[in-house]
């Protein structure tokens, strides 16, 4: 049976969408809205912000982090900046062009309507930001400085420094911090959402475990919001943090939520390459370095001089050559493979071969090094920290790795997924990258989420459970779950194998990597298929967990996280086989023009896939959401 | 990349808050100079778990020194040897092969330690509940572009906005003191112009919560050494200036005159 999706995309022109919209949204009551219990998993941009804004108007909300404390989510690690249309450089931006950029940038895989609704609220997340104390770079009359980033012609980029991430996080973190104190937002640190609880098809509320204690324990409320994050982790080497996974969002699709596009998995280009086998995570560096960096390798793979002795006539800077009019700072998809083909043709620099250079050379002749060092000096301290050479004189070395998962949890205009009661925000939803994510729109999405979608659009699935009772923590659904998620962890003690839970997730990783990667193929899909389950398989009988589940135990909390990204990693096999074209950063090496770019299939793919929880992670079943463009124009992406 | 060999781990192991610790002694026969300091952990974890045992209980995340997880006085330093470094960015070329290497969690009366190198920093988080914010409810902000703010303004304020609230500072005081990690906070927001309305309130309140957990400062200057974000001990001075202010400016105070 075809499952038919209701996006709720509001009728009218779609600039008018948004506020028809807010126009017909129930609403709750000043006086009742206090009677309404929401739970918030995850405090990151999206969790943080929509916790402190949903307090303040007056719900009750419940904060849940794993971490010690909120400041700690992921969102921290973003460097580069956030992109808003607020044309304050006077260089021709609008609301329409940063659509339109976002759009093209997600190689038409995504809603017209949420992308144009991002747009829209972007400039009021910079308002909501300064108001709130966040030290964004400024220009020396005062005023707000911006920069430019890779997919778009104009300058939109707000920035902090290094560290835009760290500081709208810690912004809504403070403002999170304000409703904790006056008793609007109460905090559940140290504990994980390891099971939803669906009720009569609505979601009830969650069953979390307490990291300390490994008690597991129910919560009932009127909402959920999952604003848990991305599953980048699946590939073991990732630029995401060690403890971000993918539980939350995918115990809630075996509930029922549906998961968007799976396989739509972001590369970004410029990460420090593996240096050694005890590597543990990839480290990014800002994309921001592409506007004064310039990207080449040596013309000769045999060409061993260092990168200074190089002249110039024998350097190929490969992104300008390939992409005149976007040079540098070209889409992320499309200059992760350019790197990617040289490295694998021999070009790579570097002791292992495994990056090209970014070289700010001309950048320090032409702007003098003190410029460079007040735009990038923090980057150019954290590079030379890590890999023991100075930028200001050598070429950093970089190369792809994965970053963003444009894939997560489908929902609907109102950010509801597929469970009526889930929503989900920020990157644990699909909604608004398509098929690739553009440089600085990822917290500009997850703070639009927390700050101006969720609070507007959560009152409509609110208003008609005014008055009526719903489930406690006494209803067998949740002694059940209860039940479910204690015999799990159990399991995973119990098994007593050979194997630690980061064996398997490094071989996961490899797996994933190699045929879920920057390029895919139909016999690599398939061979990862066959791979997976035999995988899990051994997983499943020969883990090997120590400690008890008693008290803190790290190795039991990455074991439950490992099992999830296993399961995950079969759908996005399986999404990637079935997408028999290739878009943005999903690239099948069957589907591509005679220059090697990308190449759609919008009469069969204009679509998304979201894939249904069946009981077993090897069938699962794929239906579509068709996209419809009425607005943008469906035309072939080109950074020439 | 070359290899450090036989390294020896003194590491603090403690079952629970009000369990009796010690010392355990592990050996690492080998690991590249590219790897981190939490690396190293790592592959002692590794060999831990392949000998059945319990593997050691670590704060960590980002690994990339920016989220303020990761602790570790390592060879009684917090952060270890490397200036302005947190320990996941501390690699294992600041060692050298046959050293011996002292792992405990962070020392402090206010950060009670949870099992083996894990503590509870949880009262940074009371001090910001307190009063390290500005009030601005979602919606009502003018125009990022209204207020304009001098770039040394700015700019000093994101130096002390850079705090990622690791809790070396207090660590390395010897009085348990947390004046820089609330210092910071209130210079970054009392600096602002965004941040005037609440300015001397704030300040009474975070310092006053501040005190309820930590000891006091007698201006060591040790918290600054050992901040991997180089946050100036200046803040104290603001903050202690700002505090003494409050109190002439408090209407309590005034009250009671």
Redesign the interface.
């Known amino acids: 049976m075809t499952y038919t999706f209701d996006s709720k995309v509001p009728a009218g022109a779609l600039a008018d969408k948004w506020d028809n919209y807010k126009q017909d949204a129930k609403l709750v009551n000043p006086n009742n809205k206090r009677k309404f219990k929401i739970i918030v998993v995850g405090t990151g941009l999206a969790g943080a912000s929509a916790a402190a804004t949903l307090a303040e108007l007056g719900y009750q909300v419940d904060a849940f982090t794993f971490h010690d404390s909120p400041r700690r989510a992921h969102s921290i690690a973003a460097q580069g900046g956030i992109n808003a249309a607020k044309n304050y450089q006077g260089d021709g931006d609008s609301v329409n062009r940063l659509f339109t950029d976002t759009i093209k940038g997600g190689d038409f895989r995504s809603r017209e309507a949420n992308v144009h609704r991002l747009a829209q609220v972007s400039v009021d997340i910079i308002d909501q930001m300064v108001a709130q104390g966040v030290p964004f770079a400024r220009e020396y009359g005062g005023l707000l400085d911006n920069r430019s980033f890779g997919g778009a012609q104009v300058s939109r980029t707000f920035y902090a420094r290094g560290q835009t991430g760290q500081q709208l996080l810690i912004g809504a973190y403070q403002q999170m911090a304000r409703q904790i104190g006056l008793g609007g937002v109460r905090l559940f640190n140290r504990t994980e959402l390891v099971d939803t609880v669906v009720i009569d098809g609505r979601c009830a509320g969650i069953v979390v475990r307490d990291l300390l204690t490994g008690e597991i324990q129910s919560h009932a409320a009127h909402a959920v919001v999952l604003a848990t994050g991305g599953y980048g982790n699946v590939y073991y080497l990732s630029t995401n943090a060690m403890n971000s996974n993918a539980t939350a969002a995918w115990r809630a699709h075996r509930r029922g939520a549906m998961f968007g596009n799976p396989c739509l998995t972001q590369i970004h280009p410029t990460c420090i390459p593996q240096a050694d086998e005890t590597q543990s995570k990839l480290t990014l560096m800002s994309e921001s370095l592409r506007n004064d960096g310039r990207v080449w390798v040596p013309k000769s793979p045999s060409d061993n001089r260092p990168a200074d002795q190089i002249p110039e006539a024998d350097r190929d800077y490969f992104l300008e050559r390939l992409y005149p009019s976007y040079g540098n700072l070209a889409a992320r998809d499309v200059s992760s493979r350019a790197a990617k083909r040289l490295v694998d043709k021999g070009q790579g620099i570097g002791p292992l071969k495994n990056g090209v250079n970014l070289d700010f050379a001309d950048a320090i002749n032409r702007l003098g090094l003190d410029v460079v060092k007040e735009r990038y000096g923090n980057l150019f301290e954290m590079y030379e920290r890590i890999a023991g050479e100075d930028p200001y004189k050598t070429p950093m070395r970089i190369y792809p790795a994965t970053h963003y998962t444009m894939g997560g949890l489908w929902v609907d205009y109102e950010l509801m997924t597929t469970i009526p009661g889930l929503y989900a925000a920020g990157e644990a939803n699909f909604s608004d990258h398509g098929a690739n994510r553009l440089g600085a729109s990822a917290l500009m999405q997850g703070l639009a989420d927390g700050y101006f979608v969720l609070p507007s659009t959560i009152s409509s699935g609110l208003a008609p459970l005014l008055g009526k009772t719903i489930p406690g923590i006494d209803h067998p659904a949740f002694q059940e779950a209860e039940k479910q998620a204690s015999d799990r962890f159990s399991s995973y003690l119990n098994t007593k194998g050979k194997r630690s839970p980061d064996w398997f997730h490094r071989e996961l990783g490899k797996i994933i990597w190699n045929q879920c990667g920057m390029e895919r193929t139909k016999e690599g899909l398939q061979q990862a298929l066959a791979d997976l389950p035999a995988l899990y398989n051994e997983f499943q009988t020969d883990l090997r967990v120590t400690g008890t589940g008693e008290t803190t135990n790290q190795t039991l909390e990455k074991a439950g996280r490992v099992d999830d990204f296993f399961q995950l990693g079969m759908a996005m096999c399986q999404d990637a086989l079935s997408r028999e074209e290739s878009c943005g950063a999903h690239f099948r090496s069957e589907y591509q023009t005679s220059e090697g770019e990308a190449q759609r299939d919008d009469e069969n793919f204009c679509h998304v896939a979201a894939f249904e929880w069946t009981g077993d992670p090897m069938k699962p079943k794929r239906n579509v959401e068709e996209l419809v463009f009425e607005t943008a124009h469906l035309a072939t992406r080109s950074y020439k | 990349?070359s290899h450090l060999q036989n390294l020896t781990l003194k590491v603090w192991r403690q079952?629970?808050p009000t369990d009796a610790g010690q010392f355990e002694t592990h050996q690492v026969a080998e690991?590249?100079d590219?790897?981190?300091f939490?690396?190293l952990l790592?592959?002692l974890?590794?060999q831990?778990?392949?000998e059945?045992?319990?593997?050691v209980?670590f704060?960590?995340?980002?690994?990339?020194?920016?989220?303020?997880?990761c602790s570790l006085m390592i060879n009684g330093v917090a952060h270890g040897p490397?200036r302005a470094?947190t320990t996941c960015?501390l690699?294992m070329?600041s060692f050298k092969s046959n050293d011996t290497i002292v792992v405990e969690p962070w020392r402090a009366a206010a950060f009670p330690i949870?099992?083996d190198l894990?503590v509870?920093?949880?009262p940074?988080?009371r001090i910001?509940?307190?009063?390290?914010?500005?009030?601005?409810?979602?919606?009502?902000?003018?125009?990022?572009?209204l207020?304009?703010?001098?770039?040394p303004v700015?700019?000093a304020?994101?130096d002390s906005?850079?705090c990622?609230?690791c809790g070396a500072c207090v660590a390395a005081c010897p009085n348990g003191a947390a004046s820089l990690f609330t210092g910071a906070k209130i210079a970054?927001?009392n600096r602002?112009p965004?941040?005037q309305p609440e300015r001397y309130q704030r300040t009474e309140a975070m310092v006053e919560k501040m005190d309820e957990y930590f000891g006091s400062c007698t201006n060591h200057g040790e918290c600054s050494a050992a901040c991997p974000k180089e946050i100036s001990v200046d803040v104290i001075a603001l903050m202690n200036k700002d505090y003494r202010a409050s109190k002439f400016k408090s209407r309590k105070e005034i009250s009671r005159d």
């Open positions: 990349m079952s629970g690991i590249s590219e790897a981190s939490l690396e790592d592959v974890n590794e831990l778990i392949n059945n045992k319990e593997a209980v704060d960590h995340d980002c690994r990339e020194g920016i989220c303020g997880t490397q470094t960015q690699h070329r949870i099992k894990m509870d920093r949880s940074f988080d910001i509940e307190a009063g390290g914010y500005i009030t601005a409810v979602t919606g009502g902000a003018p125009d990022g572009n207020i304009a703010v001098p770039k700015s700019d304020a994101m906005a850079q990622i609230g970054h927001l602002l965004q941040g």
